[in-house]
Every structure is written in C-alpha cells, then in structure tokens.
C-alpha cells in the first residue's frame, strides 16, 4: 500500500473463528479493518466447543475425504478448502504457540484442553495483525446503488466501509451471541436464506422407558441409525441418556443426517456388544446363567450390563423378572441376545436449536461465488462461517469451514 493512498476499509460482522481469521488475513493485507462484535467477550462458541477442550480441526488431509464429511452443499467447499487444509490451520495454530494433539477419529485439540487457549490465540492474531474490534451489534446496512456504504450499529454509531464480511455464526448456542443477525442483514439486502434446523443436536425419544434411563453414558456402543427402515449411518464410541432422549458423540454425528423429521420415521438401533456376535454373547449369558442357576432373572445381569439398563433390559425382555434363570428357555435367551444387541429407540424431533452445535442452513450457496465467497447479489459484501448454508458432521469440520471459507473470503476481499 503506497503511502498517502487511502486505505480499503473493511468491515467484518462477527468475531467468531471465521471473522477473527477473516479479519487478521484482511489487516495483513493492509487494510483498515473493524471487527464488530455483539458479545463482551469475542468467539464466546469458541469457547465450548468440545466441552471446553476446542477441537480446532480434524487431521484429514486428503480433500475428498474432507468434502464427504460435509452433508450439506460440500462441492461448494472446494475452492475454500483447497485454499485452506486442515494441515494449514494446524500450522497456524502451532505458530501463534498453541502445541496441538492427534485424538481419536483424528481430532485436533490444544495439548492444554484449554479452549481458550485458541480463543485467545485468534483474538491476539487479529488484534496484532491490525484489526480493530469494537463491541456493537450491527443493525443495517447503508446502500448505494448495489453497494453497502456504510454499517449502522444498534447505537447508531456508523462504519462506513468499502467492503463487509458476514461472519455471524448460525443460530445455535444464543447465549454465545448466535442469534441469525446475519440471516436478518443478508436477507435485507436481497439475500435468500434457505429454512433453518438444528445439526448436531440430542434427540427426542418417544419411548416410555427413556426417562428411566436418564443420566446413563454408555461407551463402547455402535449405534445404527435407520430412516423409513433403511439403515442410512452408523457409528461407534460414547452416548448417554436424557430425561428426554440420547445424546452424546455418536448421537450428535447421527443427527445431521437426518434430513426430514416430519415425513420420514427415524429410529436408532444400540449394540451394546459390539465386539461380540450373537453366538459369543449367548455363549457368555450362557456361561453367567450356569454360575447363577437359582437366581431371579433380574439378578442375573449385573456382570454383563450397567446397573441402571437391567431394569429396562428385563422389562424388554418380555422374561418376568422373577423367573429363575435355571428356567429361561432357549428361545427366551436368545430373543434376549437379540435385544442386547439390538436395543431400538424410536425418534420423534430434534431438541430445540439453542442446544444444537450447529446451525443446518443459511444464506443460499446459489447467491455465493464459492471462488471468492462474494456474494452475488450484493458488490462488495462476503460471507464466511456458518452463516452460509453449509455444515459438516461432527469431530472438527465445522471450524475447518470457518476457517477455510474465512482465509479465501479475506483473500478475495
């Protein structure tokens, strides 16, 4: 930038992980760059995100492998994510001094388990780099012609700016400051905003026997999920029961995959064996009954499952929780392997998308330039983040998206 020259003025609405990336690589560049932030505090999802432990990325390195783990729109992804791999935002993240670890299913996480270790290390970046962050929350935009002039803030207070950057988040998580403003800002200057849901989110169960189970984590399970009958995702690792339904890591991963809650009927099979077939489960019960022959069968099953399924297990079962297990039958035992294996619960909604991780739609992938991430509708306005109608499944993508999208939206600005 020539001295003297008057500097490009951009203006990024959002200091989530898109805006305070976006705004960095933007001040980099050498222009004069405001992040605006509704929040107190910037990146507040940021900050729980994996339970408080920040899982930054997923460490997979091969593009396609990326792209299949996005959904919703993922060829849209591929110039951002081509632009900005996993690989780089680990990098990134090493140089601003936050040593990263390799988990399970290739999640990335700071060696600390400290979320905001990276929060921080986004807020000094884009701070050091030159951006202003001010806390207010933008209100509308001031047009000329098909250009956006200037940025009006609820105070009243104006930014008038030569360039904008939507990088609000989704609707997810409120209190954290996602609440669709920048639905409502795209959508006034022409924008199309496809219908909003919940992604990665607890379930509603319908089942009686649910609340029973309330407070239950079960680990080591594989769940299946089927829509209509047909097994449509499967999974393997940690849930847990609610007053209301499951959750937990593999039931959030399920729940982007449900796609139309109202005319199709979805289910969830548990295995809660899964490393042993119906012959080796039987074979053990087999060998658990003859140690315990004159027990009631309700007293039978505390050396194979947790202490608060037997109840519900036998009540299943169909098998009266009295019966001696001398006097189970065969066909008894076996139709009880097969619930062990099988354990069905049926699902009625979502839970509602203040509990959801992610937002699953947003302004329209159609109206975005996926080379560039300008819109184009609007001259001079960007998108990165959630706020586009995109989302992934869970163990890292989500902020991969951020954070690509984010790098080649500041590029093309």
């Known amino acids: 930038m020539k001295s003297g020259e008057n500097l490009k003025r951009v203006v990024i609405i959002g200091a989530g992980a898109a805006g305070l990336l976006c705004g960095a690589k933007c001040a980099l560049r050498g222009f004069d760059v405001t992040v605006i932030e509704k929040m107190p505090r910037p990146a507040r999802k940021l900050m729980i995100t994996g339970k408080g432990r920040c899982n930054v ?50 999640r990335v996480f700071p060696v600390s388990d400290r979320a905001v270790d990276i929060t921080d290390a986004l ?77 990665l989110v607890p379930l509603v169960c319908s089942d009686n026997f649910i609340p029973r189970l309330q407070g239950l984590s079960l680990k080591n399970i594989s769940i299946t999920l089927f829509e209509n009958g047909k097994s449509i995702y499967s999974d393997f690792g940690e849930m847990l029961f609610t007053h209301y339904g499951v959750s937990g890591p593999v039931i959030l991963s399920a729940s982007s995959h449900i796609r139309n809650m109202n005319k199709c009927r979805y289910k969830i099979s548990i295995d809660l064996k899964p490393s042993l077939d119906e012959q080796t489960l039987d074979r053990r019960i087999q060998r658990d009954f003859s140690e315990l022959l004159n027990k009631d069968f309700i007293n039978s099953l505390s050396k194979l499952l947790p202490k ?24 008894q035992r ?3 392997v097969r619930l062990i294996k099988n354990l069905t619960v049926n699902i009625s909604g979502f839970r509602g998308i203040e509990e959801a991780i992610i937002t699953s739609g947003g302004v329209s992938v159609k109206e975005i330039d996926p080379k560039t991430m300008k819109s184009k ?33 500041a590029e093309n600005i």
């Open 57 to 106: 990325t997923n460490a997979c390195f091969d593009l396609e492998e990326l792209i299949e783990n996005v959904p919703t729109n993922p060829r849209f992804l591929y110039s951002a994510f081509s632009k900005f791999m996993p690989y780089d935002t680990m990098a990134l993240f090493e140089e601003l001094g936050v040593p990263l670890k390799i988990e399970r299913g290739n």
């Open 123 to 199: 807020v000094d970046y884009c701070k050091n780099s030159g951006a202003k962050i001010i806390h207010g929350a933008a209100e509308y935009f001031e047009c000329d012609e098909n250009r956006i002039t200037a940025v009006v803030l609820e105070s009243g207070r104006r930014y008038e700016c030569d360039s904008v950057a939507i990088c609000t988040g989704g609707k997810s998580y409120p209190a954290t400051g996602s609440t669709g403003d920048g639905y409502k800002l795209a959508r006034s200057v022409g924008h199309t905003v496809t219908p909003l849901k919940p992604s």
């Open 308 to 331: 608060k399924l037997i109840p519900v297990i036998v009540l299943l079962s169909g098998i009266e929780p009295g019966t001696k297990v001398n006097q189970i039958t065969r066909s």
């Open 334 to 336: 076996l139709e009880l």
């Open 377 to 409: 509708i609007v001259d001079n306005l960007y998108f990165a983040g959630e706020v586009i109608d995109v989302d992934a499944y869970t163990g890292g993508f989500n902020l991969q998206i951020a954070f690509s999208t984010a790098v080649l939206c």
